[in-house]
């Protein structure tokens, strides 16, 4: 009851982050208690400030997993607790689970606001498995909804969905011109966290054009922002970000610096996509350090947690660098460092910090894929 209390506080008044738990904690006491649906309204009004912003993830997962959804009567907090839960798992790297949720909410809705949201969250998940067609799709449905109903704060989320769906086609030029698009919108609408997101990616698609100085520019104007309005899973990214600069630019010691930020922040708040890249980009700075040991467990580590979570295009990427490590190490001093590399992970599996990101036997069965081609 103290919890709730204190949940109750928060919703109406306080909305400092150190708070922002109670309402958590406020939920999981009223669902133990057999109390769904007073649990689903508790962290309902949080949960997306949370989990966009980065906060407590593991803590929300834990109560979304274990509240009885078909215990809510109200079907606009149903609808916001599956797109809450398929966002987080999104977040977290679990796509197919995400994929679930997120159907899910499609069939307790009519509204055409709520179909747009979803869309627009399928078209994320698709673009970062990989289906860039299927991306599209969603995009272009979410985008003819938000445009008819008038909610610019959708119209310029979307456009940066585009913007990233483009950059990843190689079209940088177009990419650019759908994120400028977005900032049109967000600046004047005043959506400093919808600026941040698109500032990233700015630096992102510059960096891609290798065009440091803009890349490193549009980073620093993005970081600035997200570590003024308290986004820490913004503030993660952009870190990264610019420790892709420094890499490119030689300057290794302060990409690790900031590969190690990120890393920090990723592993707090439990996303482990996210520590796969900022692990792989650390890869790549060990093996041009001659740190040879360490770039290819890393890289190993990497290829089986892609492999678990269905990223194909990850899976061929991570797999591209470890057979030019390969080249460049030659087969028998590659071999003598793989080996004991992968005997450590079908005996222990993936454990990044406090997370078993995949099971040895997880890792076993991937093995026994890769070794039939499949």
Not at 74 to 103: P, V
Request: charged fraction near 25%.
């Amino acid at each position: 009851d103290l919890h709730g209390y204190a949940g109750e506080l928060y919703v109406e008044r306080d909305k400092r982050e150190a708070n922002i738990i109670n309402p958590v904690f406020g939920a999981h006491h009223l669902r133990k208690g057999g109390q769904h649906a007073r649990a689903a309204a508790f962290i309902e009004p949080i949960a997306y400030h949370c989990i966009h912003m980065g906060y407590y993830w593991i803590d929300i997962m834990h109560t979304l997993r274990r509240i009885n959804f078909s215990k809510i009567d109200n079907d606009e907090t149903r609808y916001w607790m599956y797109w809450h839960i398929g966002s987080l798992y999104m977040f977290m790297g679990d796509w197919e689970k995400a994929k679930s949720e997120l159907s899910k909410a499609l069939t307790v809705t009519s509204q055409q606001k709520h179909f747009y949201h979803v869309y627009n969250t399928l078209a994320i998940l698709s673009r970062r498995k990989g289906e860039v067609i299927l991306a599209k799709k969603f995009c272009q449905k979410s985008l003819n909804i938000a445009k008819n109903i008038g909610d610019d704060l959708v119209v310029s989320k979307i456009y940066n969905n585009l913007g990233n769906i483009y950059k990843n086609e190689g079209k940088l030029n177009l990419a650019i011109e759908f994120y400028q698009k977005s900032i049109d919108i967000t600046g004047k609408i005043g959506d400093a966290y919808g600026m941040a997101i698109t500032y990233g990616n700015l630096g992102s698609v510059y960096y891609s054009k290798s065009d440091y100085n803009n890349s490193e520019k549009y980073y620093k104007m993005a970081l600035d922002i997200t570590e003024k309005i308290g986004d820490i899973h913004g503030t993660s990214q952009w870190t990264m970000g610019l420790g892709l600069v420094y890499k490119d630019k030689g300057e290794w010691d302060r990409a690790i610096e900031f590969y190690q930020k990120s890393m920090d922040i990723k592993r707090k708040i439990g996303d482990a996509h996210g520590m796969a890249q900022t692990y792989g980009n650390l890869s790549l700075v060990y093996f041009d350090q001659k740190k040879y040991a360490e770039s290819v467990r890393l890289m190993h580590e990497i290829f089986f947690l892609f492999a678990k979570l269905g990223a194909a295009a990850e899976v061929q990427q991570a797999g591209g660098i470890l057979a030019n490590f390969q080249e460049e190490l030659g087969e028998g001093e590659f071999n003598n460092i793989a080996e004991p590399v992968l005997e450590q992970i079908f005996k222990q599996g993936v454990n990044w910090g406090r997370h078993t990101v995949v099971s040895a036997q997880e890792a076993r069965e991937i093995w026994e894929r890769v070794n039939k081609n499949q």
